[in-house]
């Protein structure tokens, strides 16, 4: 597999400088279930995520005694534990290459990206379990609406993600730039 990324080129200087955008080459992806990341982490850096996620949650609840339970409830998504994983991600995958005597910090850099990318896509599907459950759960049991919020944030999370992989918004894009409507002789201009 080649390098998944072009960077731009800059041609010129000063303000008025110009951007080249070069042809970008989505890569393909074998996704798999693998343990040896849990081999690479160390035990501190377990309980760096772990800590960081009780700290916001703790927020979180003292915000929705305080002010409201709506207000403290904008704080549980906070991404505590996603700034905690990417710096993670970029160190284990930068220290990986450089064994192998390689340069790894944009690799790092890129692994962290694509970790955040996830992330975003997953959101998506975070949004649409906060609807489900806002909505049924006052007049439905919790493990019912739990279970289905669930169920829909992991629909959601992995079509956004097959749509993504299939490059769907990059064709949806270029074929909205390719449109072209047709001109309509009875329109007066």
Do not use: Q
């Amino acid at each position: 597999m080649g390098i998944a990324f072009v960077s731009p080129t800059l041609v010129g200087g000063g303000s008025g400088s110009m951007v080249i955008a070069a042809h970008l080459r989505r890569p393909s992806m074998i996704v798999a279930f693998s343990t040896s990341g849990l081999k690479r982490a160390k035990w501190y850096e377990y309980l760096v995520r772990f800590a960081l996620g009780g700290l916001v949650t703790a927020g979180a609840g003292l915000i929705a005694k305080d002010i409201s339970p709506s207000f403290g409830g904008l704080f549980l998504a906070f991404p505590a534990i996603l700034a905690a994983s990417s710096t993670l991600v970029e160190k284990h995958e930068r220290e990986r290459k450089e064994e192998k005597g390689l340069l790894g910090k944009y690799r790092g850099r890129h692994a962290a990206g694509a970790d955040c990318a996830g992330a975003a896509m997953a959101s998506i599907g975070l949004i649409a379990f906060a609807i489900f459950a806002w909505k049924l759960l006052p007049e439905h049991s919790l493990p019912a609406v739990i279970t289905g919020a669930t169920l829909l944030w992991a629909l959601i999370s992995a079509s956004i993600w097959w749509l993504w992989k299939r490059n769907f918004p990059h064709r949806l894009v270029r074929s909205l730039r390719s449109f072209k409507p047709r001109h309509d002789p009875s329109a007066t201009h």
